[in-house]
Nanobody
Framework: QVQLVESGGGLVQPGGSLRLSCAAS????????VAWFRQAPGKEREFVVV???????TASESVKGRFTISRDNAKNTVYLQMNSLKPEDTAVYYC???????????????????WGQGTQVTVSS
C-alpha cells in the first residue's frame, strides 16, 4: 500500500506561483508513475501532468510551459511547480500514483491506484 499526502495549496494572485508536494509513505515509489489531477467546482476531474519512473513527463496543453513536475526519490516526494497561475487554475489538486503496467492512457484516472486527499489551490485577486 502507498499513502499519498498533498501539501502546498493556498490562495495566490493571478500571475503568482505555488509549489505543491506529494509525499508518499508505505513503499518506495521510485518505480511508480505519479500524476497530478485537478477538479474545479462543477467540473470533472482532469489530468494535469505526469512523471514517469524515468523522469520523463507529459503535461496537458492547458498547463504546458507553466507547470513543472519533478521528483525526489530519496524523499519519496513529487513536486508540482506552478507558475503564471490563472484564475482557471483554481481547483482541488490531487496526486495519484501507480506501479503497475496498464493499457489505460497516462491521462486516464483508471490507470492510477493510489490517491491523495487533495489540496485546494485558489487563484484570485
Amino acid at each position: 500500500q502507498v499513502q499519498l499526502v498533498e501539501s502546498g495549496g493556498g490562495l495566490v494572485q493571478p500571475g503568482g506561483s505555488l509549489r505543491l508536494s506529494c509525499a508518499a509513505s508505505g513503499r518506495t515509489f521510485s518505480s511508480y508513475r505519479v500524476a497530478w489531477f485537478r477538479q474545479a467546482p462543477g467540473k470533472e476531474r482532469e489530468f494535469v501532468v505526469v512523471i514517469r519512473p524515468s523522469g520523463g513527463s507529459t503535461a496537458s496543453e492547458s498547463v504546458k510551459g507553466r507547470f513543472t513536475i519533478s521528483r525526489d526519490n530519496a524523499k519519496n516526494t513529487v513536486y508540482l511547480q506552478m507558475n503564471s497561475l490563472k484564475p482557471e487554475d483554481t481547483a482541488v489538486y490531487y496526486c495519484a500514483a501507480s506501479g503497475r503496467i496498464t493499457m489505460a492512457p497516462i491521462t486516464d484516472q483508471a490507470g492510477y491506484d493510489y490517491w491523495g486527499q487533495g489540496t485546494q489551490v485558489t487563484v484570485s485577486s
